[in-house]
């Protein structure tokens, strides 16, 4: 079983950085593939960044490409996302997920484990 816990979310300006946070319980957080999603109200969950289990690879979609970077520390169990730049559309609620499985996925119907969400609100 694997709990995962996010923090950092807030009401940000335009143009404004988040890093959100993610810890991980469980002795084998170093072999699971993470990635962060979020779901905006009215609209399906999205992935917003993935990262491999050996931190060497990573997944961004267009819509955040080169303003979001995914990052993890295996010895503290914790995946990180950094938003830099950020818009009005990427006010959404944020979650971690973890795979169990070294490679990342795409699809949200991969990650066997969720934390609770963690809200991000950008104002123009």
């Known amino acids: 079983q694997v709990q995962l816990v996010e923090s950092g979310g807030g009401l940000v300006q335009a143009g404004d950085s988040l890093r959100l946070t993610c810890e991980a319980s469980?002795?084998?957080?170093?072999?699971?593939?993470m990635a962060w999603f979020r779901q905006a109200p009215g609209k399906e969950r999205e992935l917003a960044a993935a990262i491999m289990a050996s931190g060497y690879d990573t997944y961004y979609p267009a819509s955040v490409k080169g303003r979001f970077t995914i990052s993890r520390d295996n010895s503290k169990n914790t995946v990180y996302l950094q938003m830099d730049n950020l818009k009005p559309e990427d006010t959404a609620v944020y979650y971690c997920a973890a795979r169990l499985s070294r490679i990342y996925s795409d699809r949200d119907t991969e990650y066997s484990y969720w934390g609770q969400g963690t809200q991000v609100t950008v104002s123009s």
């Open positions: 469980g002795r084998a957080f170093s072999t699971y593939a």
